[in-house]
């Protein structure tokens, strides 16, 4: 089993700037992706970012440029640093971890979720 506590989300304006955190423990040597994802009133959870053991990473396209993840394999922690953010970031957004590398589909395990909310 693998827990991860999610921090750092909050109420934003448009165009400022939040960092997620994510810090796991139990079985971490089980894990290799680590991701966030965000769920928005009514939409589908989507992936918004994944980083593997290997550093290699993947972002959602309304997000590249904007949003850049990081891991502290030591620390055993992920991040996730948004910048330039709009009015469609409001979302919950969940950390997530997995045995795999890859990340084209759900899978894993989950935090509980931080709200981010941004206002125009």
């Known amino acids: 089993q693998v827990q991860l506590v999610e921090s750092g989300g909050g109420l934003v304006q448009v165009g400022g700037s939040l960092r997620l955190s994510c810090a796991a423990s139990g079985n971490i040597f089980s894990i290799n992706g680590m991701g966030w994802y965000r769920q928005a009133p009514g939409k589908q959870r989507e992936l918004i970012a994944g980083?593997?053991?290997?550093?290699?990473?993947t972002y959602a396209d309304s997000v590249r440029g904007r949003f850049t993840i990081s891991r502290d394999m030591a620390k055993n922690t992920v991040s996730l640093q948004m910048n330039s953010l709009k009015p469609e970031d409001t979302a919950v957004y969940y950390c997530n971890a997995r045995s795999l590398a890859g990340f084209s589909y759900e899978s894993g395990y989950w935090g509980r979720g931080t709200q981010v909310t941004v206002s125009s």
């Open positions: 980083i593997t053991r290997g550093s290699t990473t």
